[in-house]
């Protein structure tokens, strides 16, 4: 390796570690975590968590940046789906290949809403059916966000404490469990509400 080169890789390292050491990287997630709420159908972990591998002191702030990224694209879903759903809506669902998801999921959200927004939250179904289901019935915005924030709060605090935990060991078992994970979240979540509500 030439002089310049390995000059190149120090001053690219130093860069990275400014950055990760600033707040910019709390925004960088922030936006990222609202974006992957409204269009982008790529899970949010394949990020989130080898930047909580790299910065695991720092995983409340950055579980909390992606918490609130996300509450903020979910409240645009859910406008989407009240104000304009026929337009802006109706594409999100044919250019990402939602509509049979859109169609199942409101037989279930029309039985259930509550517990199903939980399940959506949490589980790999796509979150912007959620929104814009939710929003599309006028169903009740503060509930559609409380929905939200426990199901949401749930999977990037959760996922952050096991980081924290683990460490790398975190990507061969996300892989592999989950979706038994999110089911296991989700029951957390419900018997939680549950406890809020009767007491």
Not at 8 to 23: D, H, Y
Not at 68 to 92: E, H, K, P
Not at 117 to 123: A, P, W
Not at 129 to 158: C, E, H, K, N, Q
Request: glycine fraction near 8%; aromatic fraction near 14%; charge should be negative.
């Amino acid at each position: 390796m030439t002089t310049e080169v390995k000059s190149n890789n120090a001053k690219a390292n130093r860069w990275l570690e400014r950055i990760l050491a600033s707040n910019h990287v709390l925004w960088m997630i922030f936006v990222l975590s609202m974006l992957e709420s409204i269009i982008i159908p790529v899970p949010l972990e394949l990020v989130l968590i080898p930047l909580l591998i790299h910065e695991r002191k720092r995983w409340f702030a950055i579980a909390t940046a992606t918490l609130a990224g996300c509450l903020v694209g979910a409240t645009i879903g859910y406008s989407v789906g009240m104000f304009l759903f026929d337009t802006a809506g109706q594409w999100v669902l044919a250019f990402f290949g939602y509509e049979q998801a859109f169609e199942n999921f409101q037989q279930e959200f029309s039985e259930n809403g509550f517990i199903t927004l939980l399940l959506v939250g949490i589980t790999p179904i796509p979150f912007q059916v959620g929104m814009l289901t939710a929003g599309s019935t006028d169903y009740p915005y503060l509930l559609f966000m409380l929905a939200s924030l426990i199901a949401r709060g749930i999977r990037y605090y959760g996922l952050a404490l096991l980081v924290n935990w683990l460490g790398e060991r975190i990507l061969h078992w996300w892989e592999n469990y989950q979706t038994r994970l999110g089911i296991g979240a989700l029951l957390a979540g419900i018997a939680i509400f549950l406890l809020v509500v009767l007491v």
